[in-house]
């Protein structure tokens, strides 16, 4: 099954990732912070992840790994 993790303390909370998502598996939390200060963008759906890793590619902080 594809997983995609974020690394919480290298986002920086920009939501290109979850722009660049076409089955809606991120978005930005209202609540999560890291120590930077940025809210992080979380994995929401899962389950709807097809692993194309548009994600992963439109990151510039390289937070995010996708894997089968
Ligand atoms: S791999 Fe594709 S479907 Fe999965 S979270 Fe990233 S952009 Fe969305
Ligand atoms: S694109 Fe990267 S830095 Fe921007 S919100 Fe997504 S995980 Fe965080």
Known sequence: MTSVKI???????CG??????PKNV???SKHNMNAKGYFVAEVVNP????GCT?????CPDCAITVSE
């Open 47 to 50: 389950q709807h992840c097809i």
């Open 16 to 21: 290109l990732c979850a722009n660049a998502c």
């Open 54 to 58: 548009f994600c992963a590619i439109m």
């Open 26 to 28: 991120l978005s930005l």
């Open 7 to 13: 690394n919480e303390a290298l986002c920086k909370g």
